[in-house]
């Protein structure tokens, strides 16, 4: 769906670069960033088949990489793979136990101890440590791909919760919110503490207004003096956008992460686009 690449990448320079993915069922994007300067090289994002199984899903993702220049090369600095999906669950780290994830993640999310690695990955802003699934065969298959790099799984959340959490040291928002395909992520962070994240999914465009104002009243934020900051696959001209300034009138774009560098080339992307994938960097 798009593809941007900066003149500066360099494939035999791969020993000084992170790549970043990030698996959805349905999509899957990319991006590489220079460790020396934190330049972005590179950023592409796939539509994937539709299918019925982690098999299925796993050939797919097989064939993207066998037909890639840069995929399945080795001796990157770093490798880091985030997964999109409905199971996880936050916990606070007082209450962690390394040897409970299931138990955390049966509270919140259903999953297959045959087919499922569990996981954790302890956000490093936030503090609360994400416990989530990731299809068996992936990992594995992964795992073997990267064999030669210094690879890290972790959640779609992590991202999301630490690239807000660095956005908001500098802009005061009442919410903040990632507009995924067909899914809505909520983060409300107060005195630059994470107060709620939840992830939902959307069935009807009624959907999102629901879920906003259920937040805002769970959380006793006002219409009238609230603001929204928006990233993910929305625009100014989008049905999403309007029917959000209906109820809320401080609504704005969020801002691509100021930590990373950008070269021309990415002006062609909005600049509140992809903000999962680019905090992935965070996500040490």
């Not at 950023?43 to 840069?70: G, M, P, V, W, Y």
């Not at 908001?168 to 983060?187: G, P, Q, S, W």
């Not at 999914?201 to 207004?209: A, Q």
């Not at 100021?258 to 080339?265: D, I, P």
């Amino acid at each position: 769906l798009k593809s941007v690449k900066d003149d500066k990448l360099d494939v035999d320079q791969r020993a000084h670069y992170h790549l970043y993915l990030l698996i959805g069922s349905r999509d899957f994007q990319l991006t590489v960033v220079d460790s020396r300067d934190n330049r972005c090289l590179l950023l592409e994002d796939f539509k994937l088949a539709s299918t019925s199984n982690q098999q299925e899903h796993l050939k797919i993702l097989q064939r993207l990489f066998e037909a890639h220049h840069l995929l399945q090369a080795g001796f990157w600095k770093s490798v880091r793979v985030g997964f999109k999906n409905a199971q996880f669950c936050l916990v606070p780290p007082q209450l962690f136990n390394a040897q409970e994830l299931g138990t955390y993640l049966r509270l919140n999310a259903q999953f297959s101890p045959e087919k499922d690695e569990l996981m954790y990955y302890k956000n490093i802003k936030s503090d609360a440590v994400c416990v989530f699934a990731a299809p068996k065969v992936v990992v594995e298959w992964l795992r073997k791909v990267y064999a030669n790099a210094k690879i890290g799984f972790i959640h779609q959340s992590s991202a999301l919760i630490e690239g807000v959490l660095k956005y908001a040291e500098r802009n005061k928002n009442t919410l903040y919110l990632y507009i995924d395909r067909f899914v809505m992520h909520i983060i409300a962070i107060k005195a630059g503490k994470l107060v709620f994240y939840n992830r939902f999914e959307i069935k009807v465009f009624s959907d999102y207004i629901r879920y906003i104002m259920h937040v805002m009243q769970a959380l006793r934020l006002k219409q009238e003096t609230g603001d929204l900051a928006l990233w993910g696959y929305i625009g100014k001209d989008s049905p999403h956008y309007k029917e959000f300034y209906k109820y809320i009138q401080n609504v704005s774009f969020g801002d691509r992460p100021r930590y990373l560098k950008y070269g021309y080339v990415f002006d062609e992307l909005q600049d509140h686009q992809f903000f999962d994938l680019y905090n992935i960097h965070l996500c040490e």
